[in-house]
């Protein structure tokens, strides 16, 4: 699975790359959802892929023991390999022999054991290629019975939307009325099932004069900007792709309203941030 655009719209933030499988922990198979909690999320007891090879950091002088664990279809979690840890050791080197899922559990020098820890281990390639995702799926004899097919239902990313506004002076020597602004959020049907119903935008007064790209804009431009405005919305929206809310502009300076509408973030740039000249 290799999908880099796809990381940019989902809630996986800096885990780049999952396990995905049928087999469960005590060796069956499960033939509902590939997923622990029905959406891949980083809150999912999902794994991250490993290379085969990998240094564990350790506490010095905590653990003696190690013990890898891996599951094997119909038998479940099985011991694997037993490795002494020296009280000097501040990391583990493991090896596995062959791809799967593998438990670790490090036991303590007083004999209690740690939390135990469940990673998948695949082969070099695998690991370090770009790839989103390494599905494994284990069939018995029911597959010819009974057709299955396999959902990974995956979250949006979300963010709160943030507008800065930049006002400018008016290039005649003329009164500047009182000016006020608001923004309008429409979920634009017919894709308001896929989108919050209702968004407000609320002023934010008291931001940081050199939040974000502010800092260049007011070098080039500071004796130009009458006011810098910063409307953020008071719930996060989803990214989705080819998908995106209607937000409207609306400006009302004296008897004059003006309305525009806006741009919206772009997925592919991992930022929720738009400036705008008014």
């Known amino acids: 699975m290799k999908n880099l655009f796809f990381e940019s719209i ?6 780049k790359q999952f396990y995905f ?6 060796g069956s198979i499960d033939n509902t959802l590939m997923t622990a909690n029905a959406q891949l ?10 290379p085969e090879r990998v240094f564990l950091p350790i506490e010095k002088g905590k653990y003696k023991r190690l013990t890898l664990n891996m599951v094997k279809p119909e038998i479940g979690m099985s011991e694997i390999q037993v490795i002494d840890v020296k009280l000097s050791q501040e990391s583990i080197e493991v090896s596995v022999a062959q791809p799967g899922i593998y438990k670790l559990v490090f036991e303590k020098v007083d004999g209690s054991t ?11 390639a695998y690991s370090f290629g770009s790839y989103f995702a390494v599905v494994e799926l284990f069939l018995d004899n029911s597959i010819h019975s009974n057709p299955v097919d396999y959902l990974i239902p995956i979250s949006h990313r979300l963010a709160k939307w943030r507008y800065y506004l930049v006002e400018y002076k008016a290039k005649k020597d003329t009164t500047v009325g ?10 634009n049907v017919p894709f308001g099932d896929k989108l919050p119903a209702n968004v407000n935008f609320k002023e934010i007064t008291n ?36 998908i995106a809310p209607v937000i409207t502009l609306k400006k009302s300076e004296d008897s004059l309203i003006t309305t525009a509408k806006l741009p919206v973030p772009a997925p592919e740039t991992f930022d929720a941030t738009i400036f705008i000249n008014i």
């Open 10 to 15: 989902s809630a996986l933030e800096n885990i």
């Open 178 to 187: 009182d000016v006020k602004i608001s923004l309008e959020y429409d979920r």
């Open 21 to 26: 499988t049928n087999l469960k922990s005590d």
């Open 41 to 50: 999320s980083v809150a999912d007891a999902l794994f991250p892929v490993l």
């Open 114 to 124: 740690s939390d135990e820890v469940k990673n998948y281990f695949s082969s070099e």
């Open 207 to 242: 931001f940081p004069a050199k939040a974000a790209k502010w800092t260049k804009i007011n070098e080039r431009n500071d004796k130009n900007i009458l006011k810098m405005h910063l409307y953020e919305s008071e719930q996060a929206i989803p990214f989705l792709e080819n």
